[in-house]
DNA sequence: TTAGGGTTAG
């Protein structure tokens, strides 16, 4: 015998020493030309193929092989198919192999588990785990850990709500409720765990991550403190599955703790940790700790992208956000579905209706415009951008809608003021069996509260608490508070907050505040700010309009009191900001901006204006004007306020015709609304205003808010 | 055989 055979007869005892294709190929080479194969020495380069991942190797072989198969052969090709995503394949081969006498061992079971587990065939997981215990395979430790992770996957499926009760008592027509579901798929796993007789890492890493992935958080924290009993210590499966847990509870503290032990053993390096480090901290609402562990990370993958970006912008830091995305396209990694469902709500909050736009393209490139997040975050983008006819048109193209869709629709309807349409659309949401949740309420108010409907908004809210046993939250609240200070019934509206089982905040009492100032009423504006200081003593909205509520009813000397006390209090106002975008750039302007380069044409063009809408009736309101100054230094205040400068920009730098779309930080102010109306009727366009609340759409001289908001 | 990220509001 040569060496090479030597080599040849070690290496076949030994299949799992061989670790590349070409040492393989050589292999079967050899084998080949000294003699003619046995099907035993061909079902163990069979399996050699299949270790190394080779379907194509492996099935050349397999389909050469003398009927039947050896079972070497079937686990192999089994495996090997399960490990390349065909697992109908893998359990057409499975079935085939039962059928052809021979009788599975522990090492094929982990393979069919997985592709019932990835296939959701719950029907065939079960009765596969029957045959596992026929077989007296219900002590391996392999086929239990893959047991367990099947039925903790199928805990957590939805689907698995539609499942018949084809087992239990002859029964055929019942329905498994979600409890029930829950609780069998619980039952089975944990049925599995105590039945092991030893369990190592992955055992106990399986049940951990099922209890927590399905809300059973104190029990999978119990675990990790049992598994330490066990003389097993936590890895980093085990961390990542226990630190999502502290980000939904906001614990910083427990979530610190895990960083900690993380750095200790040496895990602090890993993607998995580090994505689920970023998330905890963004959770926490601590981004500056999110980007530290992002920057420490020696390599990052789609999702530890992906977590810094929707770390970001979940917090409010869009630009940071979308700088994050740009650094991810630039590092060559391909955004995917929840990359930009996560960046979308950046554009929908900065109105860059252009990058929403070219985002959108990209979306539809790849593919994912069917996917619910990314359809519903469409949706909110184009509505809160101003393009509510767009939202409708992808929101009518959607498959299928959930909750969230639904909700995106109704508050963009609320957000432009088509209150009807709002409504109708959660009618039909109620009717396809949808139930409306918190958000979806506070979106039917909104809408209620916008276009004045008093009556509509009480069934609502007390169809909230009757029909679907949801508590009103503060938003609700606000909402009908709101809407009653709007229609005037203010004193009603004292009432309603006075009498709201929870303790109202600054902000419910602040929009009654406002509605004081629109009605002028000086008495009741005194009686809430004295509630609203005690509530919110820092609260900078109140103390401006207040201050504005005295200025507009010419008493200078308690406004200026105010303003004394919030200098004092070192409280600074909220600078009043527009901005529009012209040619994919966005144009930002404050009251009295003269930094624009433009400034001097700007300025002539307000002049030009001005001249004709007073022609056309329209007078100053000075009222308006919150400073003890002359007319005239009046007349140029109210002029160059912020949206007033924007708006104009939008009509010398765009054709004839062009809506023009301007954004303000803040509510706009009583005279710009009469100003923009008169605008758009003598440059004969249409102008889009979003405020801090809504949208206005001014055409022909009037504003779709019908002057109400 | 085990793990991490997403849409509506505030």
């Not at 004394?564 to 600074?572: C, E, L, Q, T, V």
Request: with cysteine; proline share 3%; charged share 20%.
């Amino acid at each position: 015998m040569n060496t090479t055979q030597n080599l040849c007869k070690t290496l076949l005892q030994n299949p799992s020493s061989v670790k590349s294709k070409s040492q393989a190929k050589q292999l079967h080479a050899q084998i080949l030309r000294t003699s003619l194969p046995s099907p035993s020495l061909l079902s163990t380069i069979l399996s050699i193929y299949s270790n190394l991942n080779l379907l194509h190797d492996s099935l050349l072989i397999f389909n050469s092989l003398p009927s039947p198969p050896t079972t070497l052969a079937w686990k192999s090709i089994i495996r090997c198919y399960t490990s390349h995503g065909l697992f109908l394949h893998s359990l057409s081969f499975f079935i085939q192999m039962l059928a052809s006498g021979k009788y599975p061992d522990h090492n094929v079971f982990p393979s069919v588990l997985k592709s019932c587990t990835l296939m959701k065939d719950l029907r065939f997981g079960e009765s596969v785990h029957g045959c596992i215990i026929r077989l007296g395979m219900g002590f391996d430790l392999y086929t239990c850990n893959a047991l367990m992770n099947m039925y903790s996957k199928f805990w957590s499926l939805e689907e698995v709500n539609t499942y018949k009760k084809v087992f239990d008592e002859g029964k055929t027509s019942d329905v498994y409720s979600k409890k029930e579901k829950e609780s069998y798929y619980l039952g089975s796993l944990r049925k599995v765990f105590e039945m092991m007789p030893k369990r190592d890492i992955v055992s106990w890493n399986t049940v951990i991550s099922g209890n927590a992935q399905n809300g059973m958080h104190e029990d999978a924290l119990m675990m990790v403190r049992e598994m330490g009993n066990a003389d097993l210590r936590p890895d980093s499966f085990t961390l990542s599955s226990v630190l999502p847990i502290f980000a939904e509870y906001v614990n910083l503290l427990k979530g610190k703790e895990i960083h900690g032990y993380a750095i200790r053993n040496g895990y602090d390096a890993d993607v998995f940790i580090g994505s689920s480090l970023i998330d905890m901290y963004a959770k926490c609402t601590r981004v500056d700790d999110s980007c530290r562990v992002f920057y420490m990370l020696p390599q990052h993958d789609g999702i530890s992208w992906n977590s810094i970006i929707a770390g970001c912008v979940q917090n409010g830091m869009f630009d940071e956000g979308l700088k994050f995305f740009q650094q991810m396209l630039i590092a060559k990694i391909k955004p995917n579905h929840v990359s930009f469902s996560s960046i979308m709500p950046a554009c929908a909050h900065l109105t860059t209706l252009h990058l929403g736009k070219q985002l959108h393209g990209y979306i539809i490139r790849s593919r994912f415009d069917g996917n619910v997040f990314i359809a519903s975050a469409l949706v909110d983008m184009y509505a809160k951008c101003g393009n509510i006819r767009t939202a409708r048109w992808i929101f009518d193209k959607m498959e299928l809608y959930d909750m969230v869709s639904w909700t995106a629709m109704i508050m963009g309807y609320a957000l432009h003021g088509h209150a009807y349409d709002a409504i109708s659309l959660f009618k039909r949401m109620e009717v396809e069996g949808v139930k409306p949740n918190y958000v979806a309420f506070m979106a039917v108010l909104t809408a209620c509260s916008h276009a004045g409907l008093v009556d509509e908004a009480w069934k609502y809210f007390n169809s909230m608490t009757q029909d679907y046993r949801i508590i009103p939250g503060l938003e609700h609240y606000a909402a009908v508070a709101d809407l009653l200070g709007r229609v005037g019934r203010l004193e009603e509206a004292y009432e309603f907050i006075s009498d709201m089982h929870i303790e109202p905040t600054g902000s419910v009492w602040s929009t009654l505040l406002a509605a004081c100032r629109v009605h002028k009423n000086i008495e009741l504006a005194e009686k809430v700010s004295k509630k609203l200081f005690t509530v919110d003593p820092q609260n900078i909205g109140a103390y401006v309009l207040l201050s504005n509520i005295y200025s507009a009813a010419g008493r200078w000397k308690d406004a200026r009191k105010l303003r004394i006390a919030m200098r004092d209090k070192g409280m600074k106002k909220k600078p009043a900001c527009s901005w529009i975008e012209i040619k994919n750039k966005v144009h930002a302007f404050v009251a009295g901006d003269k930094s624009h380069p433009y400034y001097d044409r700007i300025n002539e063009a307000l002049k030009v204006l001005l001249e004709q809408m007073e022609r056309e009736g329209y007078v100053l309101d000075t009222t308006e004007v919150l400073h003890d100054v002359e007319e005239e230094q009046k007349r140029y205040l109210l002029c160059s306020h912020s949206e007033r400068l924007a708006i104009t920009f939008g009509i010398i730098s765009t054709p004839a015709g062009t809506t023009i779309r301007v954004t303000k930080n803040l509510r706009v102010c009583v005279d710009c609304h009469t100003a923009t109306k008169f605008i758009s009727k003598i440059v004969g366009r249409e102008i889009v205003v979003r405020d801090n609340s809504r949208f206005h759409h001014f055409k022909d001289g009037k504003c779709s808010c019908g002057d109400f908001w």
